[in-house]
Nanobody
């Protein structure tokens, strides 16, 4: 069992930055590909970014490339999402999720989910 807890959400003006954190407890964190997903009001949940368990390689949705950076610290069992140049359309609940030896960005394959943290970007 893995427990995931997100933090760092809040209200920010367009063009600003936020850093989300996802703290994990339970089974070996380094065995999980980790992903950030988001769900905006009235929309389906979508993958934002993911980071490999194997070599730290990353995946980004086209909408956030060049603005968001995902990272992980296996020693601290924590994943991060640095979000820069935020736009109103980034407003959503952001979830972290864990994918045991997987890819980390396939919604249906994620094994564990956090409860989410709300990000609101005012224009």
């Amino acid at each position: 069992q893995v427990q995931l807890v997100e933090s760092g959400g809040g209200l920010v003006q367009a063009g600003g930055s936020l850093r989300l954190s996802c703290a994990a407890s339970g089974r070996a964190f380094s065995s999980y590909a980790m992903g950030w997903f988001r769900q905006a009001p009235g929309k389906e949940r979508e993958a934002v970014a993911a980071i490999s368990w194997r070599d730290g390689s990353t995946f980004y949705a086209d909408s956030v490339k060049g603005r968001f950076t995902i990272s992980r610290d296996n020693a601290k069992a924590t994943m991060y999402l640095q979000m820069n140049s935020l736009k109103a359309e980034d407003t959503a609940v952001y979830y972290c999720a864990a994918d045991y030896y997987g890819l980390g960005y396939e919604d249906e394959h994620m094994d564990y989910w956090g409860k989410g943290t709300l990000v609101i970007v005012s224009s």
